[in-house]
């Protein structure tokens, strides 16, 4: 599977300048960032951010909400994660200055010096293959491919496995820990303050878009996760330095992103490898996640996650025979409870969502049959409020449900009692824009309070960024309502397919 760092900088530049690169959140097919990104690529050009400012005594960084922030829930409790549109302005200007010619070959040959034969990385960005319907889903393929089917290999050569990953890792990023990790420590010091350097240029442009703050870098796009990667893998090749000082060879590290697994024939050895990484990343501002921490000699048992062996031990409900899926169940009912039960034991789980998933695709042929979906809309409604991770499958699911709802009055009111009971999570913006993909034609829409929401419904003076800071001359014909494309949004009718919003094709749903 190809990686970004395979490709060209004309190519690579192009890559991250692809709407669904600028934000791998996904959103309804109207929503679509590349009419605001084509418009600054053209306005712009290879102008750099000094030419295109307001006023040349402030800068980006001196104004808030540069960036659009979108609260995404991450769990059942009280876990929230900032998804970031970042400032299409800024964006572009990064992109351009991390894919110049001279840039680009830098950065490949950096990762080619901080790359350490006992360190595999497996989270670089990858490019989507003719198979893979977007590159977030080639992304998805590579953690089974590359990760869980790795780590059981590697069982036949190690006897322990140390699982850790890190706490927060984009929010503790220290933005001149970038710049370090492209030139050096000591050297990115010295010349901290030298302008055109690429890593000064990364670190002021992250502080442009957050207010001048050095910690933490903007999640939610794939440049992001690239940045990110730069800042690892120095600490994969300073963890490799250190070991090989205290004569530790014999190891075997795969790495996902923030997400480690040390394999080795020695507890004590694995125990003194586990203190060095927590070493080198407390350098960096990092600290491993104690909640997420273990050592085992059950590896094969272990790199398999705990919602996936419980379903294959439990006796799958769904199976696959020419192509045709079918369920060991009576019913949709049937399958909705023990999905419903499989949620309360391992909600938010990656197994959870795949059950939802099938489920979804079944319905397509069994609507019509189905009388009891007021009870399916209340099993999943629930399912949902716990497992945010499949938010859109369910709304799916719903849509599909309340077009067997007799009365628009009926919908409305069942609509609404939905988004009542997802209000106990309040602003929630990823909520509020799938919910919205099946309230639209309601006729009493519902009021949103997230602004992309409210530029889908043809509001006024609503700004997502704060581009005070740009020259009128850029910006006096900045398309921002052009984000909601009315003639898809028009189109679109309440019901959300399943292909709308599955990273997968049907068939790739079954173990």
Known sequence: MKTILELSDVKARRYFLESENYCSMQFPKYI???????????????????????????????????????????????????????????????????TNRSNWKNIKNRFDELTVPNIEVMSIPKVKGDSDKSHMSASVSAWWENVEQKSIQLALSYRYMFVTDITNCYGAIYTHTIAWALMGKEKAKEKREKPGLLGNMIDRYIQGMQYGQTNGIPQGSTLSDFIAEIVLAYADKRLSEELHNKGISNYHIVRYRDDYRIFCNSKEDIERIAFFLQEVLADLNFQLNGKKTYLTEDIISESIKPDKRAYISGGPIYRKSNKRIYSTLSNLQQEALFIYQFSKMHPNSGTLTKLITIFAQRLNSKIASCNDYLVLISIFTEIALYSPKSYKIVLSIISKLLSKVPTTDERERIVNDIYTKFQRFPNIGEIQIWIQRITYNLPHPISYTEDIC?????????????????GDAYKSAFPQCKICTEWIRDRYTPIIDINEISLFDNNDYTY
């Open 32 to 98: 679509d960032f590349k009419p605001v990104i084509d418009y600054v690529e053209a306005t712009v050009g290879n102008k750099e951010l000094k030419d295109i400012l307001k006023d040349s005594k402030r800068m980006p960084s001196d104004y808030e909400n540069v960036n659009h922030k979108i609260l995404v829930k991450k769990d059942a409790q009280y876990s929230y994660r900032p998804i970031q549109l970042i400032n299409p302005y800024l964006y572009y200007l990064l992109v351009k200055a991390i």
């Open 454 to 470: 409210k530029i889908v419904n043809g509001e006024a003076n609503i700004i997502l960024w704060n581009n005070d800071w740009v």
